[in-house]
């Protein structure tokens, strides 16, 4: 088949579009964090795994399935995220960018490893919904599709939720400023917990379509958060649903770029065009830290 | 800087001079990997200690290092050669990208060096002509240099990595790039070249870990895309300068040392649990010793005006 037959080049999109969802569901929770207290979240897709891991072991243990294991894993990281928050993250948020990015850090080193210790390096998956569906002349897989739709609602709905919600006004109000929103009477302090919470959330529900679309080890976390970095600068620090649009894009390139190039240099893409929109448009394509 | 300031540094080198003496094969092999430590963790001081500027893909050059050596050690160049060539093909790729990427700030620059070390290894990867890609380079054992040698190059490496520390400390270069740390704007506008003088520190760090990194691919005789282009050396690095003392001269020493010995205390039983426990101890630090452990040491709280009772 020649590579430029329309048909291809939807399968491509729609390919693209499908792997680029989940990536936007990851980076727009890590840029949720850095637009509210300025931290960037190393550790944001160990939170990932974690929900991915949590998934797999009510899956082997309890038999239960994966879309299903969402309604506990989503509560799970919420609750974890917001008390890392309290505990730990509280303590450098305003103390500059060295020591929020170790911190992380450390926290992202702790939970791979111990993440080896429990489960060692072998790569695990979850043999569910499998199948694809044929729509006129493109196949689309179904777990991919179901995570792309599952990831899109979730990630419009936290940002309808911070554009008109009182507490998510609030959380922007945090973002904006924070000294004027605590006069205003917001906790500054329990929105951030807040904050943290939805994002770990928003990680933990990625980590479930995780499982269902490919196999994961505790190291797994190293690829994806690099592409967050990549998305959430291509869209603009802390600026939400930029994170959308670059998770996407990126979703997209790569698919291209594995099919007219080679699946090797698919994987350079995201760290290109990192550098290149770091050089040209630091502030991303969509322009930085508004949160919304 | 008094006689009496450089005197543990003097006695410390010569114990290093004297230890192939009385040390095991073993022993020496891993002296020569606290060195290479104490080398790349003073590298990383100079850039990321003393400016704020944190790099999280220092190792990008010392992979360009080991790939140059490794190459023309096989081209048929002598070894020593081969290492001065590494470092200076890291500091020419250095220079360009210094200039580059010290215009971002904060959390970017952080990010591109991530991406930085990224790409080094993805192009180590893919180049499978020059670098034969992920199988790695295996270096024939008739030219390298014999690990009695790639001991003292190290110790030479650490020694000068160090000097440089405490030349660069104490005088205009070190006090205008601490002012850049505290607070860039003001820097700039009392008259410091921040652009010029960070590009220094840039080319100055990648240097060392350029040519560490050809005597790394000396030592072990292989090298592959994920070995030298290891994020985890890049922990290491961070951990031992954060320990000791992020700026000082010292500080980096101290945490190599405490960070090689408990490496080596539980590397060999417990990878994973050994690495968790740095995890912890990065934590820690920031937590409860954000000034490293010289911090602690009672003689350093008179000297310090900033510590002075009734200041905030």
């Known amino acids: 088949m020649h590579l430029l037959e329309p048909v291809l080049l939807l399968q491509f999109l729609v390919s693209g579009l499908l792997a680029g969802a989940l990536y936007a569901l990851l980076a727009c929770g890590l840029n949720l964090v850095f637009g509210v207290m300025r931290v960037i979240n190393l550790a944001h897709a160990e939170l990932m795994l974690a929900g991915a891991f949590l998934t797999y072991v009510l899956y082997a243990w309890a038999g239960i399935h994966p879309l299903l294991a969402f309604f506990l894993v989503l509560p799970a990281l919420f609750g974890a995220g917001f008390y890392l928050q309290r505990l730990v993250v509280e303590r450098v948020v305003g103390k500059g960018e060295l020591q929020s990015l170790l911190l992380t850090y450390g926290l992202s080193i702790i939970l791979i490893n111990t993440g080896l210790l429990i489960f060692a390096s072998d790569f695990k998956a979850i043999p569910e919904l499998q199948g694809a569906l044929i729509v006129g002349d493109i196949a689309i897989s179904k777990p991919r599709t179901a995570a792309a739709l599952l990831a899109i609602a979730l990630t419009l709905g936290v940002y309808h939720f911070l554009k008109h919600a009182r507490l998510g006004k609030a959380i922007r109000a945090v973002a904006e400023h924070p000294d004027v929103a605590m006069l205003c009477g917001i906790d500054v302090v329990r929105m951030r917990m807040f904050t943290f919470g939805l994002a770990a959330a928003m990680a933990g529900a990625a980590g479930v379509m995780l499982t269902m679309i490919y196999s994961f080890s505790p190291e797994t976390g190293a690829d994806f958060i690099l592409k967050c970095f990549a998305i959430i600068i291509i869209g603009g620090m802390g600026n939400f649903i930029g994170a959308l649009y670059g998770g996407l894009l990126l979703g997209v390139a790569e698919i291209f770029v594995a099919g007219f190039v080679s699946s090797q240099w698919a994987e350079a893409v995201a760290y290109v065009l990192l550098i290149l929109i770091l050089l040209i448009r630091p502030t991303g394509l969509k322009g930085a830290a508004d949160v919304t | ?312």
């Open chain 2, 1 to 312: 800087m008094s006689l009496k300031s450089i005197a543990p540094g003097i006695v410390l080198a010569l114990l290093a001079v004297a230890a192939p003496a009385m040390a095991s094969d073993y022993q020496l092999l891993f002296l020569l990997q606290l060195l290479m430590m104490i080398a790349l963790a003073q590298s990383w001081n100079l850039i990321s200690g003393m400016t704020g500027y944190v790099s999280l893909g220092h190792t990008a050059f010392f992979g360009v290092g080991a790939y140059a050596g490794a190459l023309l050690l096989q081209w048929g160049f002598p070894w020593w050669l081969a290492i001065f060539k590494g470092a200076g093909i890291a500091l020419l790729v250095a220079a360009p990208l210094g200039v580059l990427t010290l215009r971002l700030r904060g959390p970017y620059f952080a990010i591109a060096m991530l991406g930085l070390n990224e790409i080094g290894r993805l192009v180590a990867t893919l180049w499978v002509d020059l670098t034969q890609g992920g199988d790695g380079i295996p270096l024939s054992p008739a030219r390298l240099p014999t690990l009695l040698q790639n001991y003292y190059t190290m110790l030479t490496l650490a020694v000068l990595a160090t000097s440089l520390i405490a030349w660069v400390r104490y005088n205009r270069l070190g006090l205008e790039l601490r002012a850049i740390r505290e607070d860039e704007e003001a820097a700039e506008m009392v008259g410091v070249n921040t652009t010029r003088n960070k590009v220094i520190a840039f080319a100055l760090s990648a240097v060392i870990p350029g040519a560490a990194g050809a005597v790394y691919a000396f030592y072990t005789s292989y090298i592959d895309p994920v070995s030298v282009f290891a994020p985890a050396l890049n922990i290491q690095m961070i951990v031992m300068v954060l320990l000791g003392g992020s700026g000082t001269v010292w500080g980096p020493v101290i945490g190599a040392v405490l960070v090689r010995t408990l490496h080596e205390l539980t590397w060999a039983q417990f990878p994973a649990l050994h690495l968790a426990l740095l995890g912890v101890l990065i934590v820690a630090i920031v937590l409860f010793l954000p000034k490293g452990i010289l911090s602690l040491a009672p003689w350093r709280r008179r000297v310090r005006p900033d510590r002075a009772p009734g200041s905030p």
